[in-house]
């Protein structure tokens, strides 16, 4: 009997700018989490199929694009489209805003609020800790694995409030019922959960498996 193709995969990873290369110095601000993150990547992209046809073949990115202040300052690229440059340097890629169904590799780029202390950047709101908490059991973080519904539904206005990254996430939760409407059932692994910086950061690997029985 053939062994069964491994399902898709998904890894979602901050679009923090201290990933870059030219941050990995002698002290490295966010060693930890760089070290989960190319950990995950690396998973991902053995999760592809070269031999696959379309968007089974490479890598689908789901970053937002530049916010007005990106373009403000002229930057040619947001936090999301930049890290994910960086992160599959070398590797066939496509930035998208909603995940092709044929998509096999999927790299996310999101974060959780970036308000949860006084020294954070956007200062302390007490509503970050539960919309945290919320959002990380959506994403699977508990391993429980990932509620589509719920990050089809993210009030995003609110994590915008709380500068969290979360524009990407109604795509990811389409996409992921789209899959469990196929029949496929996700689980999920995480690698890193923290708030340094009083940002959240998540490293959360989902991957999609044909439902036993």
Do not use: C, I
Not at 13 to 18: E, F, S
Not at 134 to 141: E, F, I, R, T
Not at 191 to 210: C, E, I, K, M, N
């Amino acid at each position: 009997m053939p062994t069964p193709s491994p399902g898709p995969t998904v890894v979602v990873v901050p679009p923090a700018l201290a990933l870059l290369p030219e941050h990995a110095g002698l002290t490295d601000p966010v060693a930890d989490l760089r070290a989960a993150v190319t950990s995950a990547v690396r998973d991902l992209l053995d999760a592809r199929d070269p031999q696959a046809a379309g968007d089974g073949a490479r890598v689908v990115a789901l970053a937002a694009g530049p916010t007005d202040d990106d373009v403000r300052r002229g930057a040619p690229a947001s936090a999301g489209e930049r890290v994910a440059a960086a992160l599959l340097a070398g590797t066939p890629y496509e930035v998208v805003t909603s995940v092709p169904s044929d998509a096999r590799a999927v790299l996310v780029l999101a974060n959780g609020s970036a308000a949860r202390g006084e020294k954070a950047p956007g200062h302390l709101d007490e509503r970050a800790h539960a919309y945290d908490a919320d959002l990380g059991a959506a994403l699977g973080a508990a391993g429980a694995g990932p509620d589509a519904a719920a990050l089809a539904d993210l009030d995003t206005a609110l994590g915008e409030t709380l500068w969290a990254e979360v524009a990407t996430l109604p795509a990811l939760g389409a996409y992921l019922a789209a899959q469990e409407a196929a029949g496929l059932a996700w689980s999920s692994a995480t690698s890193y959960d923290a708030d340094p910086f009083g940002v959240q950061y998540w490293v959360v690997r989902l991957t999609a498996t044909p439902p036993r029985g």
